[in-house]
């Protein structure tokens, strides 16, 4: 038997980081919002723990012990003392990888939801919810989808109301950036500045709950921006390139290095899409609408 979960992308509408904390991660207001660019994971039973990936970024996912959906059945196992997981996981992945979309986080909360249905262990939301915090910031976002206010380091969340629906256009780099890099990227850039506490914009709240895009675009704000266009100016590039072709807004996703364009409508969207594959300033670039819904079993 097999059990196949389905989950979303994400993009952070607001991302407030505050300093850093003595234990080395950031206090943040993190509005995460999960877009509909999917990776499906699929768990068989196996002899032993087993890691496959397909898709055009396949070859760079880790297929050991380190690949977060590993980790999940892992620690999922070890949670009902079910020892080394006899599992078969198989990421079949579109999200882009280390484009601060969160698809490792997606692939941890896929398996763990996977494996909890196929070995029937009934884990309450709530220790699902404590495991996700545990194997990552942004790995509870990807279990509950929606739209999402995160607090502490990103994993304390309040689902929040959207009121329609929002197409984007993210633009796909080549390579990554990694998340601790950029972090340590912003503190470089902080230094010796008062970091003010992050605090959650209302303005933003009320433009994802009337589904409005022109209040969404004037709401966004990314605080690794800086940081991301830091470690790769080219970025600059790409974000100017999509608001020519008439983006209403457009931002680093997360800590990058894909970019976020937000579209008056679909028509919109695409011609953004077209007009940014042109430019050359990209390496690919996808529409997807949101919000979409978190980890569900297929
Ligand atoms: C920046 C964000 C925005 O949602 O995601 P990405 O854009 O990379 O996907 C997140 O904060 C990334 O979350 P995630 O990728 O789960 O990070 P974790 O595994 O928990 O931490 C990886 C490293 O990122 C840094 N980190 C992460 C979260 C946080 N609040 N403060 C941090 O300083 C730390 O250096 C940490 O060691
Ligand atoms: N299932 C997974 N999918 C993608 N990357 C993974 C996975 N598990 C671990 N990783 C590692 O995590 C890094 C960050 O990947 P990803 O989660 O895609 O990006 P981001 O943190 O920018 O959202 C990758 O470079 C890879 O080494």
């Known amino acids: 038997m097999s059990v196949t979960v389905r989950v979303p992308a994400k993009v952070n509408v607001q991302l407030a980081v505050g300093g850093a904390r003595p234990d080395g991660f950031h206090d943040l207001a993190n509005v995460f919002l999960a877009v509909g660019l999917y990776d499906d994971v699929t768990v068989t039973a196996s002899d032993s723990l087993r890691l496959t990936c397909s898709g055009p970024d396949a070859d760079q996912v880790p297929l050991d012990r380190t690949n977060l959906a590993a980790r999940?059945?892992?620690?999922?196992?070890?949670?009902?003392?079910?020892?080394?997981?006899?599992?078969?996981?198989?990421?079949?992945?579109d999200i882009p990888v280390a484009g601060g979309m969160a698809g490792g986080s997606a692939d941890a909360a896929g398996a763990l939801l996977a494996c909890d249905t196929l070995w029937g262990t009934e884990t309450s939301r709530e220790d699902l919810l404590a495991?996700?915090?545990?194997?990552?910031?942004?790995v509870p976002?990807?279990?509950?989808?929606?739209?999402?206010?995160?607090?502490?380091?990103?994993?304390?969340?309040?689902?929040?109301?959207?009121?329609?629906?929002?197409?984007?256009?993210?633009?796909?780099?080549?390579?990554?950036?990694?998340?601790?890099?950029?972090?340590?990227?912003?503190d470089r850039l902080t230094e010796g500045v008062a970091v003010p506490e992050p605090e959650p914009s209302p303005a933003l709240f009320e433009a994802l709950r009337t589904g409005d895009p022109s209040a969404l675009a004037a709401a966004l704000a990314n605080d690794l921006q800086p940081a991301a266009l830091s470690l790769r100016p080219?970025?600059?590039?790409?974000?100017?390139?999509?608001?020519?072709?008439?983006?209403?807004?457009?931002?680093?996703?997360?800590?990058?290095?894909?970019?976020?364009?937000?579209?008056?409508?679909?028509?919109?969207?695409?011609?953004?899409?077209?007009?940014?594959?042109?430019?050359?300033?990209?390496?690919?670039?996808?529409v997807a609408v949101s919000p979409a819904p978190g980890a569900t079993v297929l």
Do not use: N
Not at 131 to 138: P, W
Not at 263 to 272: F, L, N, R, W
């Open 72 to 93: 999940a059945a892992i620690a999922l196992a070890a949670r009902h003392g079910l020892g080394e997981p006899g599992v078969h996981i198989h990421i079949a992945k």
């Open 141 to 186: 976002f990807s279990l509950v989808g929606g739209a999402a206010l995160g607090r502490g380091r990103g994993e304390l969340l309040t689902p929040l109301e959207v009121g329609g629906t929002f197409h984007w256009v993210f633009a796909v780099a080549d390579g990554g950036l990694s998340t601790p890099a950029v972090y340590a990227e912003f």
């Open 131 to 138: 495991i996700c915090a545990e194997l990552g910031s942004d």
């Open 234 to 286: 080219s970025l600059a590039e790409t974000l100017r390139a999509g608001t020519e072709a008439g983006a209403l807004a457009a931002l680093v996703s997360g800590s990058g290095p894909t970019t976020a364009f937000l579209a008056k409508d679909a028509e919109a969207a695409t011609a953004v899409a077209e007009a940014l594959i042109a430019s050359a300033t990209c390496r690919t670039a996808r």
